[in-house]
């Protein structure tokens, strides 16, 4: 974390003011003048200004080494004291007691005559202007006592008599005294006014020089209307020397700036760091927040403490958009995850729902930032049109100057991606895929742990999460061999596991299909080879194993038989050999494997259990060997026989799907015309009825009870208006006829 306070030392500037401070110290001891000076040091709430004074005073002590009579310094926090009262007598007793310490014993006489002096300011009605600072009767009341005794000569003596022996004795030793207030900004309207009396009636003494440090608005407006003058008029009679603070330059900030973000995030692999969309971000949206170095030291503080947090779990570039926001426009931060599916994606790619989701989302930006400058909304613009597709195309009509990635949101976790979206404004994440976790298991798990933590992931429905998380990995890799020995452990692990997976997005109306996941996924790890044979070499011995089900192996198989229009009716499409995965020669003998498992469960009568059988039937339908058809043909004309087989044979024919309304629903495709090129229908019904009431049925798993109810249940409805698929209700309405549970 960085420091809010001031410097101490001219060896920790990083500004180069130090040199400022040096002219300074050197102008103030070479005054020679009688007559009290007064220098004013302006600049803002978080200038630095008393890091400068800081350096001053060091400056003054080194100066004041080499000087045979050391002047008297005096640093006065005028702040610390509650009342008018304590801070001009509390000033006495400062300047007092530094006279006194003094090994000079003419400037140690000083001491004792400021000390009375002093004593004598706290029985006297000075400043009628600002209130009484002090009264007899309080005085009385508060030294009774051991201190009574104290001020008795200060209490009858004449206030003016004494400070003209003050006066006498300052100009006679001639002692150089410097006197540094800092903070007057910090006190109230009615503390300043004392402050500035004291300086310019009270303690005006001779060769005294003080240097007061002060935000100029603040103190000028305070000081209105003493002696009917405006503030600034009223300094200018005051104050004789005034320095505007040196700026802090726009490079100095900036510096400093990326200084301490280095210092937070530089070990950051470049790959997560978006050199381009950072430096945009910075020039056009962060930097002009940082007026001040206390700006800069709020944002990187709150940088460090998100970051310490979030690093592996968030876009940096994005995490440093977001927290500028919640540091300079805190109302916008804070509205924001409220907000999440409005910032999240992208935009329709249908043109009349593109324009209606434009509109709206720039009606909802416009009312968010509508209580905000435009300077400020300009700067807010900037960094969000970075970060989020819709405002960049909304606000910036996609002229942010990035361009959008969908596997590099995933693999960074940007803030655009609902993933990761709530992330960004919390440090707990607990429900949602941790990057950190999953780029562990991608890269360094091995095949125990693999099935231990993404069955773990499977539980809380991160599945598809974790399988975008991989291909944002490996899709980038392709042909470069990178990660080839971890592509084929978890190649291998997705493929003989993928049944125990679960689909978390099946409830979704807009989804990706589950068995397209896999085919992709598998792809994206086979295409990381280089060379096709060892790529090939790969994918055979996971079709030879016996534990990964049949019907998988067959759905893989289709997606490389297209790839060489095999079986699409599309002999004449274009071929690209070079982009395929495997040659036709390599995919001739995974057809080969597979049919030698199809004979061997023919054999054994498992093939109809397979989950997916439809896939079996389609590739032998398809081939062109016209030994495994025969051997195929016969094998269903003998299941189709046995109702619990036809049953299963129903089921794997039937589609799933979603349905929306006012709400999206479960949907059973029955495609009756298909059905009927291996049985006759209306027996089949007949049959399926019967069966349904038996007891082998109440065995069956619920999905495939429920697929044989959708056939019955559609084929009783089918001449409905407008019936195309099954629905639940349907489908409950029919269990609940027959007296079936679900």
Same mark, same amino acid.
């Given at each position: 974390?960085?420091?809010?306070?001031?410097?101490?030392?001219?060896?920790?500037?990083?500004?180069?003011?130090?040199?400022?401070?040096?002219?300074?110290?050197?102008?103030?001891?070479?005054?020679?003048?009688?007559n009290?000076?007064?220098?004013?040091?302006?600049?803002?709430?978080?200038?630095?200004?008393?890091? %400068?004074?800081?350096?001053?005073?060091?400056?003054?002590?080194?100066?004041?080494?080499?000087?045979?009579?050391?002047?008297?310094?005096?640093?006065?926090?005028?702040?610390?004291?509650?009342?008018?009262?304590?801070?001009?007598?509390?000033?006495?007793?400062?300047?007092?007691?530094?006279?006194?310490?003094?090994?000079?014993?003419?400037?140690?006489?000083?001491?004792?005559?400021?000390?009375?002096?002093?004593?004598?300011?706290?029985?006297?009605?000075?400043?009628?202007?600002?209130?009484?600072?002090?009264?007899?009767?309080?005085?009385?009341?508060?030294?009774?006592?051991?201190?009574?005794?104290?001020?008795?000569?200060?209490?009858?003596?004449?206030i003016?008599?004494?400070?003209?022996?003050?006066?006498?004795?300052?100009?006679?030793?001639?002692?150089?005294?410097?006197?540094?207030?800092?903070?007057?900004?910090?006190?109230?309207?009615?503390?300043?006014?004392?402050?500035?009396?004291l300086?310019?009636?009270?303690?005006?003494?001779?060769?005294?020089?003080? %240097?007061?440090?002060?935000d100029?608005d603040?103190?000028?407006?305070?000081?209105?209307?003493?002696?009917?003058?405006?503030?600034?008029?009223?300094?200018?009679?005051?104050?004789?020397?005034?320095?505007?603070?040196?700026?802090?330059?726009?490079?100095?900030?900036?510096?400093?700036?990326?200084?301490?973000?280095?210092?937070?995030?530089?070990?950051?692999?470049?790959?997560?760091?978006?050199?381009?969309?950072?430096?945009?971000?910075?020039?056009?949206?962060?930097?002009?927040?940082?007026?001040?170095?206390?700006?800069? %030291?709020?944002?990187?503080?709150?940088?460090?403490?998100?970051?310490?947090?979030?690093?592996?779990?968030?876009?940096?570039?994005?995490l440093?958009?977001?927290t500028?926001?919640? %540091?300079?426009?805190?109302?916008?931060?804070?509205?924001?995850?409220?907000?999440?599916?409005?910032?999240?994606?992208s935009?329709?790619?249908?043109?009349?729902s593109?324009?209606?989701?434009?509109?709206?989302?720039?009606?909802?930006?416009?009312?968010?930032?509508?209580?905000?400058?435009?300077?400020?909304?300009?700067?807010?613009?900037?960094?969000?049109?970075?970060m989020?597709?819709?405002?960049?195309?909304?606000?910036?009509?996609?002229?942010?100057?990035?361009?959008?990635?969908?596997?590099?949101?995933?693999?960074?976790?940007?803030?655009?991606?609902?993933?990761?979206?709530?992330?960004?404004?919390?440090?707990?994440?607990?429900?949602?895929?941790?990057?950190?976790?999953?780029?562990?298991?991608?890269?360094?798990?091995?095949?125990?742990?693999?099935?231990?933590?993404?069955?773990?992931?499977?539980?809380?429905? /991160?599945?598809?999460?974790? /399988?975008?998380?991989?291909?944002?990995?490996?899709?980038?890799?392709?042909?470069?061999?990178?990660?080839?020995?971890?592509?084929?452990?978890?190649?291998?692990?997705?493929?003989?596991?993928?049944?125990?997976?679960?689909?978390?997005?099946?409830k979704?109306?807009?989804?990706?299909p589950?068995?397209?996941?896999?085919?992709?996924?598998?792809?994206?790890?086979l295409?990381v080879?280089?060379?096709?044979?060892?790529?090939?070499?790969?994918?055979?011995?996971?079709?030879?194993?016996?534990?990964?089900?049949?019907?998988?192996?067959?759905?893989?198989?289709?997606?490389?038989?297209?790839?060489?229009?095999?079986?699409t009716?599309?002999?004449?499409?274009?071929?690209?050999?070079?982009?395929a995965?495997?040659?036709?020669?390599?995919?001739?003998?995974?057809?080969?494997?597979?049919?030698?498992?199809?004979?061997?469960?023919?054999?054994?009568?498992?093939?109809?259990?397979?989950?997916?059988?439809?896939?079996?039937?389609?590739?032998?339908?398809?081939?062109?060997?016209?030994?495994?058809?025969?051997?195929?043909?016969?094998?269903?004309?003998?299941?189709?026989k046995?109702?619990?087989?036809?049953?299963h044979?129903?089921?794997?024919?039937?589609?799933?799907?979603?349905?929306?309304s006012?709400?999206?629903?479960?949907?059973?495709?029955?495609?009756?015309?298909?059905?009927?090129?291996?049985?006759?229908?209306a027996?089949?019904?007949?049959?399926?009825?019967?069966?349904?009431?038996?007891?082998?049925?109440?065995?069956?798993?619920?999905?495939?009870?429920?697929?044989?109810?959708?056939?019955?249940?559609?084929?009783?409805?089918?001449?409905?208006?407008?019936?195309?698929?099954?629905?639940?209700?349907?489908?409950?309405?029919?269990?609940?006829?027959?007296?079936?549970?679900?």
């Open positions: 974390m960085y420091s809010d306070t001031p410097i101490v030392s001219s060896q920790e500037d990083t500004l180069n003011r130090a040199s400022f401070a040096r002219q300074l110290a050197q102008t103030i001891m070479s005054y020679d003048q009688e009290s000076f007064n220098i004013g040091l302006y600049g803002e709430w978080g200038s630095g200004k008393t890091s %400068v004074i800081n350096m001053l005073e060091e400056s003054l002590s080194n100066l004041s080494a080499e000087m045979e009579h050391m002047p008297v310094v005096l640093r006065f926090n005028p702040w610390m004291f509650s009342d008018q009262t304590q801070l001009v007598t509390q000033f006495f007793k400062q300047l007092s007691a530094k006279f006194g310490s003094n090994s000079t014993s003419r400037v140690q006489k000083i001491g004792k005559t400021m000390e009375t002096f002093g004593g004598a300011l706290e029985f006297t009605t000075l400043i009628p202007q600002i209130g009484v600072i002090g009264t007899i009767a309080s005085a009385f009341t508060k030294d009774l006592g051991k201190g009574l005794n104290k001020y008795a000569e200060g209490r009858n003596t004449n003016q008599k004494l400070k003209d022996d003050l006066i006498a004795l300052l100009t006679s030793a001639k002692v150089k005294t410097i006197i540094i207030i800092d903070d007057i900004d910090r006190l109230s309207d009615d503390e300043i006014r004392s402050v500035f009396q300086v310019k009636s009270i303690a005006d003494f001779p060769n005294t020089i003080y %240097v007061l440090a002060f100029f603040i103190v000028s407006n305070a000081l209105s209307g003493i002696q009917k003058y405006d503030g600034a008029k009223y300094l200018e009679k005051i104050v004789q020397v005034p320095f505007h603070l040196p700026n802090i330059t726009e490079q100095q900030l900036t510096y400093t700036f990326l200084d301490q973000l280095n210092d937070i995030i530089g070990e950051i692999p470049e790959e997560n760091f978006d050199k381009t969309k950072w430096s945009m971000m910075f020039h056009q949206g962060i930097k002009p927040f940082l007026t001040t170095i206390r700006d800069v %030291v709020r944002l990187s503080n709150t940088i460090s403490l998100k970051y310490s947090f979030l690093k592996d779990e968030t876009d940096i570039v994005d440093i958009g977001i500028t926001i919640q %540091v300079f426009l805190p109302e916008i931060y804070a509205v924001m995850p409220a907000y999440k599916e409005q910032f999240c994606g935009f329709s790619i249908n043109y009349s593109y324009n209606n989701e434009e509109n709206a989302f720039q009606k909802l930006y416009e009312i968010l930032t509508e209580d905000i400058n435009d300077t400020q909304r300009n700067n807010l613009t900037e960094i969000l049109s970075l989020f597709p819709k405002v960049s195309s909304t606000m910036k009509k996609g002229l942010s100057g990035i361009s959008y990635n969908g596997y590099g949101s995933i693999k960074l976790g940007s803030i655009y991606n609902s993933n990761y979206y709530d992330r960004y404004f919390t440090l707990a994440f607990s429900e949602s895929l941790s990057l950190k976790q999953v780029n562990y298991l991608v890269f360094h798990a091995n095949e125990l742990t693999l099935v231990n933590e993404i069955s773990k992931l499977d539980e809380k429905e /991160l599945t598809n999460q974790f /399988l975008d998380y991989l291909a944002s990995i490996f899709n980038p890799l392709k042909n470069t061999d990178i990660h080839k020995d971890r592509a084929t452990l978890l190649l291998t692990y997705i493929v003989k596991h993928w049944d125990t997976l679960h689909d978390a997005d099946d979704k109306f807009y989804s990706y589950w068995q397209w996941r896999l085919r992709n996924t598998v792809d994206y790890l295409w080879f280089i060379d096709r044979q060892e790529r090939y070499s790969t994918i055979k011995n996971l079709f030879k194993d016996t534990s990964i089900r049949l019907s998988l192996k067959t759905q893989l198989l289709l997606g490389y038989e297209r790839e060489h229009n095999r079986f009716g599309e002999s004449n499409k274009e071929q690209n050999p070079e982009e995965l495997f040659t036709i020669d390599n995919v001739l003998e995974l057809e080969d494997i597979i049919y030698d498992f199809i004979r061997q469960q023919i054999n054994d009568g498992t093939l109809i259990e397979e989950p997916n059988f439809s896939f079996i039937t389609w590739l032998v339908e398809k081939s062109d060997n016209e030994d495994i058809k025969i051997t195929y043909q016969e094998y269903l004309k003998d299941i189709l046995k109702d619990s087989s036809l049953a044979f129903i089921s794997s024919f039937i589609g799933h799907g979603k349905g929306a006012n709400f999206v629903f479960d949907i059973w495709k029955i495609d009756l015309k298909n059905m009927e090129k291996y049985f006759d229908l027996d089949t019904v007949n049959r399926m009825e019967q069966f349904i009431e038996s007891e082998a049925f109440t065995l069956f798993p619920t999905k495939t009870k429920e697929n044989v109810l959708a056939f019955l249940s559609f084929y009783e409805k089918k001449d409905e208006p407008y019936r195309e698929d099954a629905t639940r209700p349907l489908i409950e309405t029919y269990a609940k006829k027959h007296n079936i549970t679900l």
